[in-house]
């Protein structure tokens, strides 16, 4: 008899195991290939997805009291998008877009360094464009523009059309390429057309697919001749900051801030794109597009200008130019004026003149940028000039806290400067004694010949930088710095490097190589004051979110620092200033004005022609709001531009429609 065989219990475990194994996967196996066989088999015929972002609306600029500077409206942009553009129809389509454009007057984009008509040569002056075509289209460096042009016939496939058709075709699709046209890159063909050309292409869309009409948001200035310097404008972006930009998030058709507060503000005014998702299959057609992240508009931006008082201030700067002009023989023809609060530093108004609008930057740039009054230079904020006596407060400030001078001691004016045996300067006036109050009021340059001595350059020059005299004020838009004369600048000097004790006392009465801006020389004075406190200059009053529910920055000043003066110090200065406009340089146009008024005049030597007319003032005396500086350039003497300085005061504290008080959250001003 056989013997039975003894069942092993691991093999019966391992065959009960391959037996689950193989069902399960029988099992899936039918799930793939029968139930869900449609959903793989697009899966598999799928190239992927790509992401595509959606642009977001820029955020609004508004003035202190909530009224609109800069904001939106819709407009239609004509969009191709490589989603839904057959490759065998670029050409075609393009053709036909550029049609319709042309006849209503439009343009396109076309970045082709090649014109735009027969005989089709290089762009004039475009040398750096020329190559950056000649190295894209992997020519050699000498290939001549007929060479270009053959060269894009074979790389767009334009054989077959006119010559003046393929440049324009090859225009735009030389554009298409820089900006890497693709599902997640579209094309922006033309900007902002009328509902006519938008209508008309809309009725054609079933035979142009990829082509899209977008509603965008298109910046529009309200008040196209109000402060467009501080404004600034937008643009596209630039080549040389393409890749910068890019890491941040930018597409190549976004428009960024180029100048101003648009460009100052643009973190704040960026709003933040939103996300498309694209699925496509091998054939290179849209299966889906799911919107994953919706745009978020930009914040809003409130200035602290008030649009009222800036036109005012500019109004008046030209009217006070022309005035003097006519006094000057004509050599008065330009200048700024700034105002700023004493409590905050921030910049209620700021103009210069010659000036432009909007709409001259917009259409005729190239005329503005060749004018030689340079009407698109900011004066006010990079304009440098020497600052002439109105130099003088800093100088007296910085000799009673140095302890070289004291409010009760005389220096005797006899009119000529004699410490040195060489160089004997004069003062305009024989002042006999005269202490540091009657100097201010009365100009003596004689006095502050002796202050700048005793202080010498070195220490004169650090204490007026605490007043913020030769040091960046913190604006958020360009600006320049100043000058304070000294050893150091005067090395830059080649004809003749060495500094003297004569340079000293020039510097004292603010000639020498001093030169400072119109921003400067307001900030200086409302630092004196309010009693010593340099607040960040600022054109950003607050910064709250697109509806302005919320806010993002508050309006909160920021101190730059304490000037370290003592208040007997400041209480000296403040009190020579006040006699500056009650019985000294200023007098003939403020003795009679109904609130007290610090100030100083200044006749500024400049190297040609007429004196600069300066003129530095703050009010109400007693409890000091709002500082202002003029500078008219060879406007003559300092009090010359005093009228201007009243006629903004009169606005600032008798004309305005609105009391000085925070706007209501969410809450606009006509």
């Known amino acids: 008899m056989r013997k039975k065989k003894k069942v092993n219990p691991r093999q019966v475990a391992l065959a009960v195991t391959l037996s689950a194994v193989l069902v399960i996967y029988t099992g899936r196996a039918a799930q793939i290939q029968v139930v869900n066989a449609q959903k793989y088999l697009d899966q598999a015929d799928t190239t992927g997805s790509r992401k595509a972002t959606i642009s977001a609306a820029r955020g609004e600029i508004l003035d202190r009291f909530g009224r609109p500077i800069a904001v939106n409206r819709e407009g ?30 439009q343009t396109w984009t076309d970045n082709l360094p090649l014109s735009t008509e027969e005989p089709f040569g290089f762009a004039e002056g475009a040398d750096d464009k020329v190559a950056s075509m000649k190295n894209r289209l992997d ?27 393929q440049r ?81 998030g930018y597409t190549y058709n ?42 978020s508009a930009g914040n809003t931006v409130i200035m602290s200008i008030d649009k009222n008082l800036q036109r005012v201030a500019q109004t008046q700067l030209k009217n006070m130019i022309d005035q003097l002009k006519s006094q000057t023989n004509g050599e008065a023809d330009a200048g700024a004026v700034v105002g700023v609060s004493v409590k905050t530093g921030e910049i209620l108004f700021s103009a210069g003149y010659p000036t432009y609008t909007m709409t001259q930057y917009k259409e005729n740039y190239q005329a503005l940028a060749a004018d030689e009054s340079k009407p698109l230079f900011d004066r006010a904020f990079n ?3 020497p600052p002439g006596s109105v ?27 004699t410490r040195f045996e060489d160089y004997r300067p004069r003062c305009l006036g024989y002042h006999s004694e005269i202490n540091v109050t009657r100097a201010l009021a009365k100009s003596c340059n004689y006095y502050f010949y002796e202050t700048g001595y005793r202080l010498g350059i070195t220490r004169m020059n650090e204490y007026c930088e605490q007043l913020g005299l030769g040091v960046s004020t913190g604006v958020e838009v360009a600006e320049s710095k100043g000058i304070l004369a000294g050893p150091e600048e005067r090395k830059r000097n080649t004809v003749d490097p060495i500094w003297r004790d004569g340079d000293t006392i020039q510097a004292a009465i603010g000639q020498s190589e001093t030169a400072l801006t119109p921003l400067q020389l307001a ?23 697109y509806d302005l529910e919320k806010t993002i920055v508050p309006a909160t000043p920021n101190v730059l620092n304490t000037s370290g003066f003592s208040q007997s110090v400041i209480d000296t200065v403040k009190s020579g200033m006040l006699s500056v406009t009650e019985d000294g340089t200023g007098s003939g146009i403020f003795r009679d004005y109904p609130i007290k008024v610090g100030g100083k005049t200044g006749t500024a030597q400049v190297p040609k022609g007429e004196d600069n007319s300066v003129f530095i003032a703050f009010a109400p005396f007693d409890d000091p709001e709002i500082a202002v500086s003029v500078v008219i350039e060879h406007g003559g003497h300092g009090s010359a531009s005093g009228p201007l300085v009243r006629a903004l005061f009169d606005a600032y504290f008798f004309t305005q429609a609105e009391p000085y008080v925070e706007t209501a959250v969410n809450t606009l001003l006509p």
């Open 523 to 545: 900030v200086y004075t409302a630092t004196i004051a309010n009693g010593g406190t340099r607040y960040q200059a600022r054109l950003i009053h607050e910064v709250r979110s």
């Open 76 to 105: 239609y942009n004509v969009v191709l998008n490589s989603a839904y553009l057959p490759k065998a129809k670029i050409n075609q389509t393009i053709a036909r877009l550029t049609a319709y454009l042309k006849t209503a007057g």
């Open 383 to 385: 304009g440098l000039y």
């Open 168 to 248: 324009t075709v090859m225009g735009v699709r030389y554009s298409m390429e820089q900006v890497g046209f693709s599902v997640s890159a579209p094309f922006t063909l033309a900007e902002d057309v009328p509902s006519a050309v938008m209508t008309k292409i809309t009725e054609a869309s079933n035979d142009m697919p990829g082509v899209e009409i977008s509603v965008v948001p298109f910046r529009e200035y309200m008040d196209d001749d109000i402060a467009p310097q501080l404004i600034g404008t937008i643009g596209p972006i630039y080549a040389e900051d393409w890749e910068e930009l890019k890491a941040k």
């Open 254 to 295: 976004d428009k960024v801030g180029k100048s101003g507060i648009e460009k100052g503000a643009e973190d704040y005014l960026r709003g933040k794109s939103g996300t498309r998702i694209i699925r496509q299959d091998a054939a290179g057609n849209t299966l889906s597009a799911e919107v994953t992240e919706q745009p």
């Open 139 to 165: 020519v050699a460096h000498y290939a001549t523009a007929e060479d270009c042009f053959t060269q894009m016939i074979k790389r767009y496939q334009l054989e077959g059309l006119d010559r003046q058709l």
């Open 391 to 417: 130099f003088k407060p800093a100088v007296a400030a910085a000799g009673l806290q140095a302890g070289v001078i004291s409010p009760d001691e005389t220096i005797y004016c006899d009119q000529r400067y």
